[in-house]
């Protein structure tokens, strides 16, 4: 699943996504068009933000966090 299918599995708006993550719209945009991907320092934050674990948005950086954090 993209991070797309997770905003739109959550039911809000990007505006709330962005805010709950601390992240600009504008960043989130280029995460959606994988032109880039979301760093260790916010992808907790935006995991969060979407009810989802790290490793179903960066499995690379699922052992940083402890597994499926």
Do not use: W
Not at 14 to 37: D, F, H, P, V
């Amino acid at each position: 699943m993209n991070i797309t299918e997770h905003i739109n599995d959550k039911g809000l708006s990007r505006a709330q996504i962005c805010e709950q993550a601390g992240i600009s719209r504008a960043y989130l945009s280029l995460i959606e068009k994988n032109l880039r991907t979301v760093g260790p320092g916010k992808v907790a934050a935006l995991a969060g933000a979407l009810g989802v674990s790290v490793s179903d948005l960066r499995p690379d950086l699922a052992d940083v966090f402890g597994g499926a954090a």
